[in-house]
């Protein structure tokens, strides 16, 4: 139960699910809210890494394209939009892979929600030397 | 290329998909549109199943764990929830997969969606007979 | 300008407003804030209806297909999507315009805001005996 | 620092939140996911109540106002809106402040989240035997 | 019935429909998924254009001032309003319109969903050297 | 009763709200739509400024915070969640209640508007030369 897991073992599992999912652009992010919100630091760290992330049902990549279907569909969070895209092809989705799960969510949240998926794509990949035909098969 | 699929193919996949992951929720939705929206009903079956979901990059399992976190995250369609938590189970995820994309929108879309979707969930569970305790691993 | 008009004039245009295009419907909705909330029922007369429906620029069937078409895409109206279903049939909207411009939301707000505002709108036909047929020309 | 706070002190403290805002209603949330998913009650409890609403920095009234807020803006979360509606009144907010920040999201989410926001707090109040009129002031 | 369709009909249809409605600014769209997304281009004339928009019940102006307002009112599709903004134009609605549904939704979706609507509508009429008096009638 | 304010009460009383809680910032809004869309300009001073925040049931820091806490969690809004944050500091709230406000939306909306609202507070504290240090107790 999480209310026998000491905290420093949150702190540590969160430390290092955040490395291997969103490497540096999550940890820009940690950083960016030391002076501010450390608070909010803490938290990503500890439950949204520790203790979400860390659960042993899902496969990182799994988790990571649901993430990035979610935030397509929501539309109006596109800078963390970028850091799960990135944080899907660090733990070895497919670009083509990613691509699809955007594409589908012109389904479920209509095109432009689609769209600016794939723009963001577009941006993450470009940023990677990543070839958008590779991504798109086309 | 789509534009070179002839429009029976689609039908044709869409008919197969549509069976496949919504099984007779799915069907119960198209019947339900033949006289007030015909067209819609076409639409759901050529584009949603037979041109989206129809596309080779993804298994059917991570499309639908997919559109479950996306609906979850929006929390304006829970009909359409409850149809998708059932077709995750039709193509073979397993009860607990589910409830653990549903938990992670708590990170992306706060607990309330987090709470609705653990809701439709149990609702699907109990009609299918489901023990949520396997789900929850509890 | 606005703030020449005298405030009864704007009370006044907004009940003609409101019993033209809402009738019983919008009537019940301003009864029922009597006691909780008087001034959202003042509002809703003065500002919603008074300005902002009362302004000549557009024909009132233009504007309900254009709330209709926000309300299904937001998907988190229901009571007053239908009540402007309603509104649309009561200022002379042809049944299948409205169907046509929820089909429409499937494009921009995703299939699952069109299947629920052709939900609401079977509700609101099915009250006034339109045969659903007529609307959808199925 | 959350990061030095023993697990066992953020259950307690969240415990006692928990208890304090929500009462009841809380309490039947976290009882109902013990079999399905009882990670997200404890997440609630540790996380939600035992780390952010027991930040010192602001009052439970005005927590719970600020929640109350966003619930009504989001109009996709009316299970919880009701139980955050009791909430603050088990913190001691007047009912007519309740409604004042309800009517507010008029503003900024538009009437129809305001509409089911005074529809939420009707049932509440009446719930509780709360006179509709001393809230409105009508 | 769609289904009796030939898919290059669709493809003609849609190609007519978006050169009609969205210009350059469509073509742009389109062109810029063909690496990336080609088949995300295809729905957008196959099913959006041929299928949707090409739909005979409604005139293309009332069609775009849907569109308007359903993207006005979400908020979250800032470039795709704006395209849209340009295609009610293109098809002949009057800039004053256009202005009258982007602050009909101040109504339903709140004051900066229309605050960030007209701010979109000034950068489209600028591009195009409308006078925004004109469309204010300020 | 608002239908026997008389107009010119409404507007001076917007006014005097507007210049007190939003400042140059509100001003400058006002002003920007004078050309385009004037009567929306009349709507933000008449109605919500002079009817929805002049009520006296809740005072003007309050009020931000719940103006904060939506536009956070919508996420959508972020110029005007930038002047409501501003706002929130002219009224007189502490710079650390805002903060918390934001935090808290962690909850409810999820992290990413969450993220997206300390970059807001970052921006405007940054404008302003308040030490973020102060904000966040970091």
């Known amino acids: 139960m999480a209310s026998q897991t000491p905290e420093n073992d949150r702190r540590a599992r969160g430390e290092a699910a955040l490395t291997e999912i969103a490497?540096?652009?999550?940890?820009?992010?940690?950083?960016?809210?030391?002076?501010?919100?450390?608070?909010l630091?803490?938290?990503?760290?500890?439950?949204?890494?520790?203790?979400?992330?860390?659960?042993?049902?899902?496969d990182y990549c799994t988790r990571e394209l649901a993430t990035v279907a979610a935030l397509t569909a929501m539309g109006n969070a596109q800078p963390q939009?970028?850091?799960?895209?990135?944080?899907?092809?660090?733990?070895?989705?497919?670009?083509?892979?990613?691509?699809?799960?955007?594409?589908?969510?012109a389904v479920y949240a209509g095109f432009p929600s689609a769209l600016n998926g794939v723009?963001?794509?577009?941006?993450?990949?470009?940023?990677?030397?990543?070839?958008?035909?590779v991504a798109g098969k086309g």
């Open 81 to 105: 939009l970028k850091v799960h895209i990135g944080g899907a092809l660090n733990v070895g989705c497919e670009p083509a892979a990613i691509i699809d799960v955007i594409l589908q969510m």
């Open 23 to 39: 490497g540096g652009a999550g940890r820009n992010v940690i950083d960016s809210l030391r002076d501010i919100a450390p608070e």
């Open 119 to 133: 723009a963001a794509a577009r941006e993450v990949f470009d940023d990677r030397g990543i070839d958008p035909r």
């Open 41 to 58: 630091a803490d938290w990503i760290l500890d439950f949204s890494y520790g203790d979400v992330f860390s659960r042993p049902g899902l």
